[in-house]
């Protein structure tokens, strides 16, 4: 599975933005998705994540309230909606698939695949 990763870019604190994540190459909506992000200096921290099915979200709790995260199972994307955008929002941006799903879907090493991330900066 192929993961490209976009909508990234410089915004101004309390400004949106929203990333999209296109899979190809595998059958999509046998994967749970999830977003995760990367700051200068920090490790990867996960941010959300979706079921196979779409019925299902999980949202780390800095971000929950102001982020959603939903997938187009026809369109092979998941998306990540984020509202209310704070300084602290600037990472790299990654999406991961992870084959059937996990209870463990904080855990970036129980994905299967990564896209190659996309900028997020927010400006004070």
């Known amino acids: 599975v192929q993961l490209q990763a976009s909508g990234g870019g410089l915004v101004q604190a309390g400004g949106s933005l929203r990333l999209s994540c296109a899979a190809a190459g595998g059958t999509f909506s046998s994967y749970a998705m999830g977003w995760f992000r990367q700051a200068p200096g920090k490790e990867r921290e996960f941010v959300a994540a979706?079921?196979?099915?779409?019925?299902?979200?999980f949202y780390t709790d800095s971000v929950e309230g102001r982020f959603t995260i939903s997938r187009d199972n026809e369109k092979n994307t998941v998306y990540l909606q984020m509202n209310s955008l704070k300084p602290e929002d600037t990472a790299v941006y990654y999406c991961a698939a992870d084959y059937g799903g996990s209870r463990h879907y904080r855990r970036p090493n129980e994905y299967d695949y990564w896209g190659q991330g996309t900028q997020v900066t927010v400006s004070s």
């Open positions: 979706i079921n196979s099915g779409g019925e299902s979200t």
